[in-house]
């Protein structure tokens, strides 16, 4: 029998999730049908209900409802916790089991796919919300040498690292400032904020990338955003987008779901817009 998955949001339709957990599928023989589903914005718990109800077996869930999904889980993964949201769920009975894999899939298209290794590079983070909440524990895993977060607030960021201190194994440092306080130069820079949704340049010196450095912006399908653009100012000539970190979380979910992880390489270079 065909098992059932979707993924849920508002709005839905530019979604890739389909497309990838398609291809996923093909790739590995199984049987599964993958859709879309729109939910009122005040009505996320009765569509997963009603989804549940129709045999669904799990769901990706992406903006406005990660917090959502984070309420309605039964059981929350170490990860969903430290996030504070919840991207991929698991139903088994009356049990509703919660992962975000946002923040190992970012690792991972940084590590395997780009060869861009973390461990003993200085890291800087732009933003203190949702996005950077979920990559700091696997980023931290990997033993930089230190991991910087800038947000406009600084208080954000400050608690956010603080935060990160409580909840990491090892002793990377971690340090939340401001903008104005962003010293030296990092071999990483992720833009986990949301301006490049609306073409907006967070005010980061030229200075903050190191020789050799790789910029990353988590916003994925809009080309040389202002951040990218930034960055290739200074100097920089690695440059990428959350492309890869999309296929790649999709890629945990569906392992977790259906126990064998595929290949991403097809999807990435399927799905990729061209930096220009």
């Not at 916790?81 to 899939?105: L, R």
Request: net charge negative; glycine share 10%; proline share 5%.
């Amino acid at each position: 029998m065909t098992d059932r998955y979707a993924v849920i949001g508002n709005p839905i339709e530019q979604s890739k999730s389909p497309l990838i957990h398609t291809t996923f599928a093909h790739v590995t023989g199984q049987d599964i049908e993958y859709t879309k589903l729109l939910a009122p914005l005040e009505g996320f718990a009765q569509a997963v209900d009603a989804f549940r109800a129709a045999g669904g077996r799990g769901m990706n869930v992406t903006a406005p409802f990660k917090l959502d999904a984070f309420a309605y889980a039964t059981d929350l993964a170490p990860s969903a916790q430290m996030a504070g949201a919840v991207n991929a769920m698991k139903f088994v009975g009356d049990k509703v089991y919660a992962e975000n894999f946002d923040g190992v899939g970012l690792v991972r298209d940084l590590v395997h796919n780009l060869d861009c290794p973390i461990q003993g590079r200085r890291v800087l983070i732009l933003g203190a919300g949702g996005a950077t909440r979920g990559a700091l524990l696997p980023l931290l895993a990997q033993a930089p040498a230190e991991v910087v977060i800038v947000n406009r607030t600084l208080a954000k960021a400050q608690e956010l690292a603080e935060l990160a201190h409580q909840h990491q194994t090892g002793a990377v440092p971690v340090r939340g400032v401001g903008y104005a306080d962003v010293t030296g130069a990092f071999d990483l820079v992720l833009n986990a904020t949301s301006a490049s949704l609306t073409a907006e340049l967070p005010p980061l010196s030229e200075s903050a990338f190191a020789s050799g450095c790789l910029a990353y912006d988590l916003t994925y399908g809009k080309g040389l955003t202002p951040f990218l653009k930034l960055a290739r100012q200074a100097g920089v000539m690695r440059l990428a987008d959350g492309v890869g970190m999309l296929a790649e979380q999709a890629a945990e979910a569906f392992e977790w779901w259906r126990g064998m992880r595929p290949d991403t390489a097809a999807v990435i270079e399927k799905i990729t817009v061209p930096l220009v």
